[in-house]
Every structure is written in structure tokens, then in C-alpha cells.
Nanobody, 119 residues
Framework: QVQLVESGGGLVQPGGSLGLSCAAS????????MGWYRQAPGKQRELVATITSAGSTDYADSVKGRFTISRDNVKKTVYLQMNSLKREDTAVYFC?????????????WGQGTQVTVSS
């Protein structure tokens, strides 16, 4: 059974930092690109950052220079370090795993973790 379990969300003041973790089980981690997405109330889910098994990263323009995605292939965990947080970063953050080895394309999602940026 595939599981992606996020942790680390919470309440933080504007300008503060928060780190998220996503632990994967039930998959061959190196066969998957990992990503973080977020969904704010009343808005569509949007891409935040992705990382390949080799460590190549990509970020949404809105978080570039503030967020850092990383992964530990031994621990089967992906991280998102969020700095200089803004109120508009408030959302539920979801971990995503996308299979990149044939047969490619299978997606898995975590249950989400709430991040609230407020004073």
C-alpha cells in the first residue's frame, strides 16, 4: 500500500520559516519524481516545487528564492523548506509522487498539511 505522509505544517508569522516533510512508503522511491503542491481556499491546486530522483529542481515563480525542495532517497522522504513566508502562502500543502519509470505517469498524493501565515 502506497502512503505519502506529510508533517510539519502549522501557524507562522509573516517573514517566518517552516519546514515540511513527506515520508513515502510502498514505492521504489528512486522511480518517482516528487513534488509539493498547495491549495488555498477557493483556489485550484497549484504546483509549488518538484524534484527528480537525481535532484534536479523546479519552482513556481511565486516561491523562487524563498522555498527549497530536497529529498533523501535513503529515508524515502522529500522536504520543503519555506523561508520569508507571506500571507499568500497560506494553503494546504500536498506531497505528490509521480512515477517516471515505465510504466510512467502513476500519481500518488498525501493527505495534506495546513500552513497558515498570519500575525
Amino acid at each position: 500500500q502506497v502512503q505519502l505522509v506529510e508533517s510539519g505544517g502549522g501557524l507562522v508569522q509573516p517573514g517566518g520559516s517552516l519546514g515540511l516533510s513527506c515520508a513515502a512508503s510502498g514505492i521504489i522511491f528512486n522511480n518517482y519524481a516528487m513534488g509539493w503542491y498547495r491549495q488555498a481556499p477557493g483556489k485550484q491546486r497549484e504546483l509549488v516545487a518538484t524534484i527528480t530522483s537525481a535532484g534536479s529542481t523546479d519552482y513556481a515563480d511565486s516561491v523562487k528564492g524563498r522555498f527549497t525542495i530536497s529529498r533523501d532517497n535513503v529515508k524515502k522522504t522529500v522536504y520543503l523548506q519555506m523561508n520569508s513566508l507571506k500571507r499568500e502562502d497560506t494553503a494546504v500543502y500536498f506531497c505528490n509522487a509521480k512515477r517516471v519509470i515505465v510504466p510512467a505517469g502513476r500519481l500518488y498524493w498525501g493527505q495534506g498539511t495546513q500552513v497558515t501565515v498570519s500575525s
